[in-house]
T-cell receptor
């Protein structure tokens, strides 16, 4: 499975945008980029995924570099409820399993 | 809509005991999986199933057994508990293909 690299931790302020980076220089053409987050004492929660084009949903936006070697999860207006560990995961097309790294622990200051 | 339900939420075992962690989903998902999460770490895949009657090993399968007799249920069995199996266990399910996985709230297991 291709590897992702994320910062161990990030900090932001409430109501400000947050950009969470992920490097995946060994990504292959069939790898989808998935993001999950894990709130304290809960199971992971799906956030967003994409292949080549930027993606938006009600939770976040995913910006994918043109060469696909990096991506950024964007939370447009952070709230205290967004404090969580965010995982960037590469998932082979059609493959079921997810391979989690250590993720980025996001702290939101009031 | 219950989603993915895991029982029990907490359990304490003694070394050598056996037990079964239950996982049930009501979304008619074909794919189910078990992960463990140790303190400060990401999740690691134990076993997974792509449909009833089909199971396969993940990254850390030793010491665990699974079976999938129905679409809804995917129990995880610890045959002889060891302190190294102290962890939080998560069950997940999804439709076939590249669909998002839905996770349960976890079972916190301590082995003394």
């Amino acid at each position: 499975d291709a590897k992702t690299t994320q910062p161990n931790s990030m900090e932001s302020n409430e109501e400000e945008p947050v950009h969470l980076p992920c490097n995946h220089s060994t990504i292959s053409g069939t790898d989808y980029i998935h993001w999950y987050r894990q709130l304290p004492s809960q199971g992971p929660e799906y956030v967003i995924h994409g292949l080549t084009s930027n993606v938006n949903n009600r939770m976040a936006s995913l910006a994918i570099a043109e060469d696909r070697k990096s991506s950024t999860l964007i939370l447009h207006r952070a709230t205290l409820r967004d404090a969580a560990v965010y995982y960037c995961i590469l998932r082979i097309q059609g493959a079921q399993k997810l391979v989690f790294g250590q993720g980025t622990r996001l702290t939101i200051n009031p | 809509n219950a989603g993915v339900t895991q029982t029990p939420k907490f359990q304490v075992l003694k070394t050598g005991q056996s037990m079964t962690l239950q996982c049930a989903q009501d979304m008619n998902h074909e794919y189910m999986s078990w992960y463990r999460q140790d303190p400060g770490m990401g999740l690691r895949l134990i076993h997974y199933s792509v449909g009833a009657g089909i199971t396969d090993q993940g990254e850390v399968p030793n010491g665990y057994n699974v079976s999938r007799s129905t679409t809804e249920d995917f129990p995880l069995r610890l045959l002889s508990a060891a302190p190294s199996q102290t962890s939080v266990y998560f069950c997940a399910s999804s439709r076939q293909g590249n669909q998002p996985q839905h996770f349960g709230d976890g079972t916190r297991l301590s082995i003394l």
